[in-house]
């Protein structure tokens, strides 16, 4: 875990315990004031983790300058009417006079594919709002961050913040718009859910001589690996393209159509079309060969 000193010295709390949240507060433990979760326990648990005082939400964003949101999309919203509320009830019951404690505050949710509209509560009590979100997968395990990009959005105050976080985890920041997060994310999901999908295909096809799914994996994958490795160590990956369609082979993908179970025929062809958009591409294919291609690939 790769942290990069900060040139200025932020107080960050994290609201949301999930893999996300948890990642981050591993790499920003250095500024951390607090870490909470949806119940008082697992909040319990997470400050004696990471060495925190307990805290409830309402106490953790008098304690930060910066809170970030790692909470599921669809409460990311809930949280932070939530938090309107508890900052309200907080200022007026502690001693501070019924000030607002949320204005100058600076959050940011971590979704990759929502806008800043569910921040709205905040904002409208004179809050900064935006997101950052990093490019990985945090489906289990250690994640690694430094050299991850990190799309960020939001006011000029956010964006800078969310800046100086992505730049702190050896991120790379950039910035998505909010009315393009939604193509952004879909990208993201290409890369790697449609990836996770297309490999579960095939392991289920190879099974059939295999036994079990599990032996099918283990055959499929060093050709996964071999596979990965190629794309690793080039900047385009239509370039490093190999297979039938690549080469202009029709009677091997008409083979691969007579004998593919009916409800994997669909999936093929579709990603057949768009390889064959590839292989053109590459100049591995002529005209002729790709209209073959698109002939049989069209159903």
Not at 14 to 32: F, N, S, T
Not at 43 to 61: D, H
Not at 241 to 258: F, M, Q, S, W, Y
Request: charged share 15%.
């Amino acid at each position: 875990m790769v942290r990069k000193e900060s040139k200025t010295v932020m107080r960050i709390g994290i609201i949301g315990g999930g893999k996300v949240g948890c990642c981050l507060a591993g790499y920003l433990k250095q500024d951390l004031q607090g870490i909470t979760a949806s119940s008082e326990a697992h909040s319990l648990q997470l400050a004696e983790r990471f060495g925190l005082e307990p805290c409830t939400n309402a106490e953790l964003v008098q304690r930060a300058d910066v809170l970030l949101l790692t909470v599921p999309d669809r409460l990311i919203g809930v949280v932070a009417e939530q938090l309107v509320r508890e900052c309200g009830d907080f200022a007026v019951t502690q001693a501070a006079g019924g000030k607002n404690t949320l204005k100058g505050r600076i959050f940011l949710h971590c979704s990759g594919s929502m806008g800043l509209e569910a921040l709205a509560p905040l904002q409208q009590e004179g809050a900064h709002v935006g997101s950052l979100h990093p490019l990985q997968s945090f489906a289990g395990g250690a994640t690694e961050l430094a050299g991850v990009y990190m799309a960020m959005d939001g006011d000029e105050a956010a964006c800078a913040a969310a800046q100086q976080i992505a730049t702190t985890m050896g991120g790379h920041p950039f910035q998505v718009p909010a009315a393009e997060r939604a193509a952004y994310h879909a990208a993201a999901c290409i890369c790697s859910n449609y990836a996770v999908a297309v490999e579960a295909l095939a392991q289920g096809l190879m099974s059939r001589w295999l036994g079990n799914e599990e032996a099918a994996w283990q055959a499929l994958l060093p050709l996964f690996k071999g596979t990965a490795a190629n794309l690793q160590s080039t900047t385009s990956p239509r370039t490093v393209l190999t297979g039938p369609i690549a080469r202009g082979d029709v009677n091997t993908v008409e083979k691969h159509l007579a004998v593919l179970p009916p409800d994997l025929v669909e999936v093929y062809c579709s990603l057949g079309l768009a390889t064959t958009k590839l292989a053109l591409a590459n100049g591995t294919i002529d005209k002729v060969a790709a209209d073959k291609l698109q002939q049989l690939l069209q159903r």
